[in-house]
């Protein structure tokens, strides 16, 4: 099964633009207790590097466009995000890293927990050793 999990999102669209609407335990995966953002990014720059204990995510590139890795410690995938109505879901213990942002990125992450520093694995030795 790939390690890329992609949430289509259901576009309301008229005449008068498009609306996309996200909810927890429905579209979303898991309750959302966090949302945070990523804009303006310098390109030639990735970011992440981490993996997380427990935390679930949602990752939707709102605008421009980004690649997300993920690696589970035995594969490794990449995904260009380039649309709102799309999502990467990363559950479990998922190795991950951005990169290719483009000037006008902005990468929106919906999360199941509140921010936690102990939640985060910041060593890829060590995040190879607890898989
Ligand atoms: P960092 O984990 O380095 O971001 P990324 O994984 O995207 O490269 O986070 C940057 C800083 O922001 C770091 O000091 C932690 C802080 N931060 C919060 O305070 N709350 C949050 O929800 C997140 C994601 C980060």
Redesign the pocket.
Known sequence: MSLVKLLNFQLLADGRGSLIALEGQANIPFEIK?V?Y?FGMPQDIA????AHRNLKQVLICMAGSCTVIVDNGKERESVLLTKPDQGLFIDGMIWRE?NNFTADCVLT?L?SEH?DEAD?IREYETFLELI
Not at 47 to 50: E, I, L, V
């Open positions: 966090r945070y990523l970011r992440g590097f981490h951005m992450v999360a921010y985060y």
